[in-house]
């Protein structure tokens, strides 16, 4: 089984649609990030979390929430989707900072807004 | 800020040539730096890092990749590729000014390895 699991895999919906992106992680980790890929971007930070009690936006956060529901669990929502939103959705984890240390990825959400 | 640029979208190359993947950053202040590859359909995973020390670093896979201060340069290398070596590679930066706490992802390069 995957370190980082993340449900679903793919999804398609509609504009307006309130949508949620899981994660759950085996690696013991506490701190956990949720990314967005678009094609010739690269990956931006949506949100980050050190721990249970801290959230904290990342460089495009805005139109989307996040719940750290555990250590093992940080979920990413869309509370009202819209086009611009579809792209490929990646959690990871790290035992250090991002800068210093490894991140761990979890395989992907591709997510399509109509 | 810290910011990345990988000077190009995409690299052709026959197997078993070599092949150089190139990364500059940006930041007045000390960096750490990283490469990460992303195979088809799968997440991203750490190919190497450079934190302090020797300036030339090897990696998984066969890679290395040599930190130039002077030139601001982290530049990806592999003396013979293989066709499995076809993916996307992204470079990515962390600075001392945010205090390592953040990693700032180039926008990657796709290697694509043909017979």
């Known amino acids: 089984d995957a370190d980082v699991t993340q449900t679903p895999r793919n999804r398609i919906t509609k504009t307006g649609k309130r949508i949620m992106l899981e994660c759950s992680q085996t690696?013991?980790?506490?701190?956990m990030y949720w990314y967005r890929q678009d094609p010739g971007l690269g990956l931006r930070l949506i949100y980050y979390?050190?721990?249970?009690?801290?959230?904290n936006k990342g460089e495009i956060s805005d139109g989307y929430s996040v719940s750290r529901q555990a250590q093992a669990k940080f979920s990413l929502s869309l509370e009202s989707a819209i086009p611009n939103q579809t792209a490929l959705y990646f959690c990871a984890t790290s035992e250090q900072g991002p800068g210093t240390g490894e991140l761990f990825f979890g395989e992907g959400s591709r997510l399509t807004v109509l | 800020a810290q910011s990345v640029t990988q000077l190009d979208s995409q690299v052709p190359v026959f197997e078993e040539a070599p092949v150089e993947l190139r990364c500059n950053y940006s930041?007045?202040?000390?960096?750490?730096l990283f490469w990460y590859v992303q195979y088809p359909n799968q997440g991203l995973q750490l190919l190497l890092k450079?934190?302090?020390?020797?300036?030339l670093v090897k990696g998984i896979n066969g890679f290395e990749a040599e930190f130039n201060k002077s030139q601001t340069s982290f530049h990806l290398r592999k003396p013979s590729v293989h066709i499995s070596d076809t993916a996307e590679y992204f470079c990515a930066v962390s600075a001392l000014a945010s205090g390592y706490s953040t990693l700032t992802f180039g926008k990657g390069t796709m290697l694509l390895v043909s017979p």
């Open positions: 450079y934190l302090s020390g020797s300036t």
């Open positions: 979390s050190f721990d249970v009690k801290d959230i």
């Open positions: 690696k013991g980790h506490d701190r």
């Open positions: 930041s007045s202040v000390s960096v750490y």
